[in-house]
């Protein structure tokens, strides 16, 4: 079945340090990637998303890459603020099982000023 | 205007008692969703729903029971309540079933004592 697999939490970094938080999928099919963000206290909210190989997502200076070749969709943001610290998901849907979106166990990311 | 709705925000209750929580959406979305977070922010589905037809009902035990009168709404009932059902409880939607982002209620922290 689907599945995706996060780094493991929890990631700690100072303002303005690179961030990378890894993603890998397995699924059966072309599905869609996304990454969440869950502030404190809120519900998630996309944050980007590619819907082939190859398209990049970008939004708030998050990226991430659609590679197919290594079944991957890694988070990337080249300077994080104090205003990033929050839990981030990797979701995948899936076209081949419709109505289930599989969720990555969530990235705890704080940012220190 | 708020997009998905749940109430109530907080629930606090007795083990063995019956509670609902309710969830509306206003963005015309065919697909409406439950979803269990537990303390280690872990995201589980539990059921999925398209035009009021359920569509996933994940190993959810009998005594959660979902209720969609129709296509904005979506209400989770659970009869006596259990310790271990305390979480936070998410409602969402998507335009359809097949690889659409979802859009997240604020959430309802339920606390069984």
């Known amino acids: 079945g689907d599945s995706v697999t996060q780094m493991e939490g929890p990631v700690t970094l100072s303002e303005e340090a690179f961030l990378t938080i890894n993603c890998t999928y397995t699924a059966t099919g072309y599905p869609s990637l996304f990454w969440y963000v869950q502030y404190p206290g809120e519900g998630l909210q996309l944050l980007l998303k590619?819907?082939?190989?190859?398209d990049k997502g970008s939004n708030k200076g998050f990226e991430a890459t659609y590679r197919k070749e290594t079944t991957s969709f890694h988070l990337e943001k080249g300077s994080v603020q104090v205003s990033d610290s929050a839990v981030y998901f990797c979701?995948?849907?899936?076209?081949?099982?419709?109505?289930?979106?599989?969720f990555g166990d969530g990235t705890t990311l704080t940012v220190k000023p | 205007d708020t997009a998905v709705s749940q109430t109530p925000k907080y629930l606090v209750t007795q083990m063995g008692n019956d509670k609902s929580i309710k969830c509306e959406q206003n963005?015309?979305?065919?697909?409406m969703y439950w979803y269990k977070q537990d303390s280690k922010k872990f995201l589980k589905i539990m059921f999925s729903?398209?035009?009021?037809?359920?569509?996933i009902n994940e190993t959810v035990p009998n005594r959660f029971s979902p209720k969609s009168p129709d296509k904005a709404h979506l209400n989770l009932h659970i009869n006596s309540l259990e310790l271990g059902d305390s979480a936070v409880y998410f409602c969402?939607?998507?335009?359809?079933?097949?690889?659409?982002?979802?859009?997240f209620g604020p959430g309802t922290r339920l606390t069984v004592l």
């Open positions: 963005l015309g979305h065919d697909t």
């Open positions: 979701a995948l849907g899936s076209g081949t099982n419709a109505g289930k979106s599989t």
């Open positions: 590619a819907t082939k190989a190859d």
């Open positions: 729903y398209n035009n009021k037809e359920l569509i």
């Open positions: 969402a939607s998507s335009l359809g079933l097949v690889f659409n982002e979802q859009f």
